[in-house]
């Protein structure tokens, strides 16, 4: 044996190029991928094991050689053809050795079938071990997924939108507990098979399906009818479910109540049209209120000249009258437009209620009752207190009228009661120009005829009314929202038509403690000496200014706008007082007193303005200004505080 | 269907998957019955299959042992199937990090198995279309440290991705590698004039339809990656040729191969 080892170990070379040979016409047959490269090593490998086995079979193991094969993904033709090779390999190189290759034949024969029998066992094993090592691989990766869908279930049963399933007939499969909710079904039993088109309430709603087919997703807003019967508005974000292959197999549609949005939203599109009608009757007021004073301060210059028991005089009179009437109707818009802010102080809405109630209880007719539910200990309120009473007294108003039909005995009831609210994150949502905190809320409720719901979004626009000509003014209302706005607050209205309506009010609650009020004492017509700049770009303002303080004495001098005032302020004259406009062409009210400060720091300055809201007004306070004049002038008041800051020289 | 509406591969041993039926094409035994009779129906069409897969396989292995040649430690591959034999970390040295991904929740598991007791070795699951997926999870940071500069993987893979997948994953890859970084892919030089309509079907109907690029689109797709020794033929690659007559499709004389550099 050892002498034909010897020889063919010889021709080594040549065996390992057979081996390789044949591997490499098999590489097609072996088990994955056996790789071309490695093949070409495993002939090498191949060589060296069966001529060792062949020298000594107890120092190589061929069935372990078999085995690692089966391993490597040699394939069962391989190890056969292998086999093969190392017998033809023997006859090729031993053929005129008779002696020898029988026993090498032997040898071969028994490497070949070592090799076999580990290659079969192996082989066996490996296709268990493949198999059992897949099946828990399948099983691990179903429980994973059966997790995770666990989990995809569990979401969008418990998805706080409302979900829809649909075949793409257009029939439903599935429903998840918010949709039962949303659209009042106590189970989803009662849903299934039912066409998706039973739930909406317009027409346009059963195009949905159609949308979806050929875009494959749809969103958008519809009228949702639920089984009662209602409807409500829902977004609706629907899409296709496609299968692995891509083929639509049905339709998920996902619902939001938008009830709560579009009441935001209208609120939002109120405030801001309201806003915007602020602006543009403030401009009117504007205009019309200086106008308003320039006739009714020559009507009492007039009357000072005039004798009182001419006709003349009477005549003025009525002049003045219906001036007085139409600045009360600027006064009152000027709530509306938020040109004038009022006093600020610490107060109680209880107070107010008792001081309205008072007046109410004198004034409405005995068939109203009247009942106030007022908490005990209300929190304080930061406001303007004869504008709170207005407040009252604008609302109960128009709850008495509105329980006075005409033609029927007045009947029903009114109730004023206040409350504290605390309003959350969640609670604020309700409202689109709240903020979360403390409030104080007071609540007008009538038990009248109602609001018409189309009459619900012109509710506080000024001059729209639905009384009579004669008995409403249509500013009633405007002023509610303007002051309540004003005071930082904000309006919330129920009404139901035949039944009544509830106005609630909040306002900031404050934290401040109430003070004795501050009553400024308002003197005649009182007379003074010294020289007055007046400044404003209104002629006529400025002629009543002229006049009435040179007829109280005073030297007065004019100028049309800033620039022309910081020219007479120059001239060497000793001015004592300056009234200055705020809002003047060239130069304005703020940068002429920073100017006439710069000449002399202890220039005196009072401050005329229509706009005491505008907080330039307050801004020339802080930069010296002594006080503020609001327009339209009260020439009494006007008088006094010329005479007052003149003399505090 | 649009990449975003993919649904997310599932474990269904009742459904014929692309990558048992490549395992049992290539003699493996992980596959279902299922498998098997689908693969069936697949030899009638397209007789070389397992000889194409094979040369799909070796083309891997190729790429491997020049890139760890050429000294890559780390590799990252996408579309990995089983790793069973001859496959990275097979070949390359010891020390080489190596992470699997497959989109199959059941060849990811497999894959997990097998090589759960080999530290340098992890198995996740990722679709191939999608590589931030894995690239931008915590294991190859954790498991590559700062180092940018590996070998990537794309290796029988962009048949089964449309254009702007394959364009996202190629720019997703180049974007994340540091200079020096590798990627090996083969793919089918064909347009849709390779009318193969019954074959294409069924990989349709298993939820893995066929996309056909040229080697010029896929260049095009694959930059700013550069080209290296350029698409060349696997045959080419592996010093491996069929015998004429024992093609009888022309597949495998389409598939071409490359190396990719940043």
């Given at each position: ?21 044949r591997l490499g016409e098999l590489v097609f047959a072996n088990r994955y991928a056996l790789h071309p490269r490695r093949l070409a090593?495993l ?23 078999g085995?690692d094969l089966a391993r490597e993904g040699i394939g069962a033709r391989t190890i056969i053809a292998v ?33 076999l029998?580990?290659f079969m066992?192996t082989q066996e094993a490996l296709i268990l071990k493949d198999q059992e090592q897949l099946r828990r691989a399948l099983?691990?990766a ?102 692995e292959e ?404 | ?8 591969s599932i474990a269904d041993a009742s459904k014929p998957n692309a990558g048992r039926i490549y395992d049992y094409v290539l003699g493996g035994n992980h596959n279902f019955e299922v498998d098997r009779l689908t693969a069936q129906q697949i030899l009638k069409l397209v007789p070389d299959y397992p000889q194409m897969a094979r040369y799909v396989r070796w083309f891997l292995g190729e790429a491997v042992r ?11 591959d996408f579309a990995s199937g089983l790793p069973t034999v001859d496959h990275i970390h097979q070949i ?6 190596v992470?699997y991904s497959d989109l199959d929740p059941v060849t990811v598991a497999y894959g997990q198995e097998i090589i ?7 198995y996740?699951a990722c679709e191939a279309g ?23 993987g794309f290796n029988g893979i962009a048949f089964f991705l449309k254009?702007?997948?394959i ?17 090996f892919l083969c793919d089918f030089d064909t347009?849709?004039?390779l009318q193969m309509p019954e074959a294409m079907d069924l990989f349709k109907k298993m939820g893995q339809p066929v996309y056909w690029h040229?080697s010029?689109?896929l ?12 698409f060349k033929p696997l045959e080419e690659w592996i010093g491996v040729a069929m015998r004429p007559e024992d093609k009888k499709t022309p597949f495998v004389d389409l598939l071409r191969g490359a190396?990719?550099?940043?």
């Open positions: 044996m050892s002498l034909a080892s010897a020889l063919l170990r010889e021709r080594q070379d040549l065996l390992r190029a057979q081996l390789g040979s090593q002939g090498a490998e191949l060589s060296e094991s069966f001529l060792g086995f062949l020298e000594d079979p107890a120092k190589v193991d061929a069935l372990a050689k085995q086999a093969e090779a190392l017998r033809s390999f023997c006859r090729q190189q031993l053929q005129d050795e008779a002696a020898l290759l029988g026993p090498a034949l032997d040898a071969a024969e028994e490497y070949g079938s070592r090799c029998e580990g066992a099983s691990s179903l429980e994973s997924q059966s997790r995770e869908l666990l989990v995809k279930n569990h979401a969008v049963n418990t998805s706080i939108n409302g979900i829809m399933l649909t075949d793409l007939e257009g029939k439903v499969t599935w429903v998840n507990s918010s949709f039962l909710a949303l659209w009042g079904y106590a189970s989803a039993p009662e849903t299934i098979g039912m066409p998706m088109t039973a739930f909406w309430a317009e027409e346009d709603a059963r195009r949905a399906p159609d949308v979806l087919s050929s875009s494959g997703g749809w969103r958008g807003e519809l009228l949702a009818k639920r089984r009662d019967g209602n409807s409500f508005p829902v977004e609706v974000s629907a899409s296709l479910i496609r299968n891509g083929t639509a197999i049905g339709v998920m549609t996902s619902f939001v109540d938008a009830t709560e949005r579009k009441r935001l939203q209208a609120q939002v599109i109120q405030a801001q049209k309201m806003e915007a009608l602020g602006q543009l009757a403030g401009g009117i007021t504007h205009d019309f209120n200086n106008l308003l004073m320039a006739i009714g301060g020559f009507v009492q210059i007039l009357l000072y000249q005039a004798p009182r028991d001419s006709r003349m005089h009477q005549d003025l009179m009525q002049i003045q009258s219906a001036v007085e009437r139409g600045t009360g109707l600027t006064r009152q818009l000027r709530f509306f437009t938020r040109q004038t802010t009022g006093i600020r102080a610490v107060v109680s809405l209880n107070d107010a209620v008792r001081e309205t109630w008072e007046i109410l209880k004198h004034t409405f007719p005995p068939e109203i009752r009247i009942r106030l539910d007022l908490v005990p200990s209300l929190h304080m309120i930061e406001a303007d207190p004869n504008q709170m009473s207005q407040v009252l007294m604008n609302l109960c108003v128009n709850a008495r009228d509105a329980m006075m039909e005409p033609g029927s005995p007045p009947r029903g009831t009114l109730t004023i009661e206040t409350e504290n609210i605390t309003l959350t994150a969640e609670k604020v949502s309700r409202y689109a120009t709240a903020r979360p905190g403390d409030f104080v809320a007071v609540r007008v409720r009538d038990t009248g005829t109602g609001i018409a719901a189309e009459v619900h979004d012109r509710l506080f626009i000024p001059f729209i009314t639905t009384k009579s000509v004669r008995s409403g003014t249509g500013l009633g209302l405007a002023v509610v929202y303007g002051i309540v706005t004003n005071h930082q607050g904000f309006i919330d209205v129920h009404s139901v038509p035949g039944r009544g309506t509830e106005f609630e009010l909040l306002f900031p609650r404050t934290l401040r403690k109430r003070e004795g009020p501050e009553v400024e004492a308002v003197s005649g017509l009182v007379r003074g000496s010294g020289t007055v700049l007046v400044v404003d770009d209104d002629q006529q303002i400025r002629e009543i200014m002229r006049r009435v303080l040179s007829d109280c004495g005073y030297t007065a001098i004019s100028a049309g706008d800033g620039r022309e005032a910081l020219e007479r302020f120059g001239r060497g004259i000793g001015i004592d007082l300056v009234i200055l406009d705020v809002i003047m062409p060239a130069l304005g009210g703020k940068e002429c007193l920073a100017e006439l400060r710069k000449r002399d720091p202890a220039v005196r300055v009072l401050v005329t303005t229509g706009y005491t809201s505008d907080g330039t007004a307050q801004e020339m306070l802080q930069h010296g200004a002594l006080g503020i004049i609001e327009k339209p002038l009260d020439l009494k008041a006007f008088a006094a505080m010329v005479a007052r800051y003149i003399s505090s020289k | 269907m649009a990449d975003q509406d993919r649904v997310t020049r890139l760890a040649d050429q000294g890559f430690r780390h590799f990252v390359t040295p010891a020390g080489t990090k992470i759960k007791d080999l530290p340098g070795v992890r996740v999608k590589p931030e997926t894995l690239l931008n999870s915590p294991l190859v940071k954790e498991f590559f440290g700062t180092s940018r500069k590996v070998a990537f254009d702007e997948q364009a996202h994953a190629m720019r997703t890859l180049y974007e994340w590698a540091d200079e020096g970084s590798r990627l347009d849709a004039s040229t010029q689109q260049r095009r797709l694959a930059a700013p990656w550069r080209e290296g020794e350029g190396i990719l550099e940043k």
